[in-house]
């Protein structure tokens, strides 16, 4: 269970300038990169436990269960441009976060070597927030826990930092940043004002706050999944992507051209 939980680290996606892949739309391609918030189904072939092509996944998908951690759609699919396992334990935070920073900036300069020219970069989310850090921390409120997105935030500073650096000194590129972490959890303390009713306890799942165990095909998930930001211990529902990939898309996700999804893959 604590592999998963630092699966969310490194999400990125990114659209490349000149490609190959089918697919009418704003760019010719969009490659994803991420953990199972943004997987959709590649682990079925898989030999890991970490599944979701069962149903109550799917169950508000038009395709049914296809392997994505949701009822419904990810935030990719969402955004489909209108167009590892970790040794964590080994770590303090701090050098942890080190690490991350410098494996995945030399994978993007990579990336950037091999002509990747636009960039959308998502920092972590407030994972003190989801059910599963709930019941494992003990959260008796269902508040988030401070710590854990304490953890999040350090690596989120460090993160921009090699954005703003990129930004400089790869000239031909453009890496837009995308602070899901405040957005996100903004959302989830007003979640009243998104339209949710509840917040903190998985739509699908059991144990305290249905974050101890994972959604099973003999649980049966909430009623309406619209009222839900957690679909399971770990992701958020179909609703909640909608939401999060309007702001993408449409929002201002930083200060300065480009501002956000829409104006990257048309620039
Ligand atoms: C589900 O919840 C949403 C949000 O509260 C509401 O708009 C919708 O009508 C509900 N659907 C059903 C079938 O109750
Ligand atoms: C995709 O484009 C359509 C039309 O421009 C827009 O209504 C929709 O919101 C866009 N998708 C996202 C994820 O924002």
Redesign the pocket.
């Known amino acids: 269970m604590a592999s998963l939980f630092f699966f969310f680290f490194c999400q990125l996606l990114l659209g490349l300038g000149r490609s190959f892949v089918a697919g009418a739309g704003q760019v010719p391609a969009m490659f994803v990169f991420g953990d199972s918030l943004v997987d959709p189904g590649n682990n079925n072939q898989l030999l890991t436990m970490a599944k979701a092509n069962f149903r109550p996944h799917g169950i508000d998908f038009p395709e049914g269960p296809t392997g994505r951690f949701c009822n419904g759609g990810t935030v990719v699919t969402?955004?489909q441009c209108?167009n590892t396992r970790t040794k964590s334990f080994e770590y303090t935070p701090e050098a942890f976060t080190n690490l991350l920073i410098q494996q995945f900036g030399r994978q993007l300069k990579d990336l950037y070597d091999l002509g990747a020219r636009k960039f959308l970069i998502v920092n972590i989310s407030p994972i003190g927030c989801i059910p599963s850090q709930l019941a494992l921390q003990g959260s008796d409120k269902g508040a988030c826990v401070e710590s854990v997105n304490q953890m999040a935030s350090v690596y989120n500073r460090k993160l921009k930092e090699m954005v703003d650096q990129y930004n400089e000194l790869l000239k031909e590129s453009t890496f837009l940043y995308w602070d899901v972490f405040s957005f996100a959890f903004n959302v989830i303390e007003n979640y009243a004002n998104y339209g949710f009713k509840n917040q903190n306890t998985a739509c699908c799942g059991g144990g305290e706050w249905n974050g101890r165990v994972l959604c099973l095909p003999v649980f049966s998930p909430c009623q309406n999944r619209s009222e839900y930001v957690f679909w399971d211990p770990f992701h958020p529902t179909d609703a909640f992507n909608v939401i999060m990939?309007?702001e993408?898309?449409?929002g201002n996700l930083q200060a300065s051209f480009p501002r956000n999804v829409?104006q990257l893959v048309e620039s």
């Open positions: 969402k955004l209108n990939s309007k993408a898309y449409q829409q």
